[in-house]
């Protein structure tokens, strides 16, 4: 991890747009990969809390 520091030049601000370019396509890439799965996980917890805690499913699903 690069630690910023203070913009002092231009060329430096262009650096740092450049670093940033360069990896916020894999950050949104990611990012939407991680929604997803989390987006299954709500899914599925909130079909686990509409099962009966003795029933077969509720066992196998916990």
């Not at 370019?21 to 929604?35: C, H, K, P, T």
């Not at 299954?40 to 917890?45: C, G, M, P, R, S």
């Not at 099962?51 to 077969?56: G, I, M, T, Y």
Request: hydrophobic residues 25%; without cysteine.
């Amino acid at each position: 991890i690069r630690k910023y520091v203070p913009i002092a030049s231009h060329e430096q601000r262009q650096r740092y747009i450049k670093d940033f370019n360069a990896e916020y396509d894999e950050y949104r890439s990611l990012y939407s990969q991680i929604q997803s799965v989390s987006s299954t996980f709500k899914k599925l917890e909130t079909q686990w809390k509409r099962l009966s805690p003795k029933s077969k499913e509720y066992q196998v699903k916990k």
